[in-house]
T-cell receptor
Framework: GIQVEQSPPDLILQEGANSTLRCNFS?????LQWFHQNPWGQLINLFY???GTKQNGRLSATTVATERYSLLYISSSQTTDSGVYFC????????????FGKGTLLTVNP | KAGVTQTPRYLIKTRGQQVTLSCSPI?????VSWYQQTPGQGLQFLFE???????NKGNFPGRFSGRQFSNSRSEMNVSTLELGDSALYLC???????????????FGEGSWLTVV
């Protein structure tokens, strides 16, 4: 099945700093989503982005499908951005599921 | 509109018991899928249902089962609980096929299961 690798596994920032999280995948995808897992466990949708670029406030994401990677940018980070960020993909066909990376644990210090 | 609702949120069970978890999808969503999250294995796919039909199942033993009702609500059941079943169980819904092109998947808050 499709493989998803996220980097870095851990990231520590000071409030106000910018960061880039990366997601590499091993096959073509028809669905790619970025999630933020809050301290209570819920996965919050950030972007649906199988290709192209999107922006939402301080967050933006770019997926280069031909090169099989996606980037999540966080600008002017805040302590509330802390948590685990997951990239999840589906390669289509009859999978009907998302395959998740292991996540990036982001800690933003005040 | 209301998001994906999972009940119960927290539960403690004893080895050998069984447990049933419930999930109500976003109104109008027909696909419901379940995931298990543990520190060691990360997020793993359990199964996906669409219009009461299970279309895919992950690599889990037969003790894990599920179903979907005509109103799209879903339940999953784990029988003969083992310590290793302790995990966060997440339910997700989407309008069309889970994981399909154009279909954003939305997750509930999860059910924290502890097996003692």
């Amino acid at each position: 099945g499709i493989q998803v690798e996220q980097s870095p596994p851990d990231l520590i920032l000071q409030e106000g700093a910018n960061s880039t999280l990366r997601c590499n995948f091993s096959d073509s995808v028809n669905n790619l989503q970025w999630f933020h897992q809050n301290p209570w466990g819920q996965l919050i949708n950030l972007f649906y982005i199988p290709s192209g670029t999107k922006q939402n406030g301080r967050l933006s994401a770019t997926t280069v499908a031909t090169e099989r990677y996606s980037l999540l940018y966080i600008s002017s980070s805040q302590t509330t951005d802390s948590g685990v960020y997951f990239c999840a993909v589906d390669s289509g066909g009859s999978n009907y599921k998302l395959t998740f990376g292991k996540g990036t644990l982001l800690t933003v210090n005040p | 509109k209301a998001g994906v609702t999972q009940t119960p949120r927290y539960l403690i069970k004893t080895r050998g018991q069984q447990v049933t978890l419930s999930c109500s999808p976003i109104s109008g969503h027909r696909s419901v899928s379940w995931y298990q999250q543990t520190p060691g294995q990360g997020l793993q796919f359990l199964f996906e249902y669409f219009s009461e039909t299970q279309r895919n199942k992950g690599n889990f033993p037969g003790r894990f089962s599920g179903r979907q009702f005509s109103n799209s609500r879903s339940e999953m059941n784990v029988s003969t609980l083992e310590l290793g079943d302790s995990a966060l169980y997440l339910c997700a819904s989407s309008f069309g096929s889970a994981g399909g092109s154009g279909n954003t998947i939305y997750f509930g808050e999860g059910s924290w299961l502890t097996v003692v």
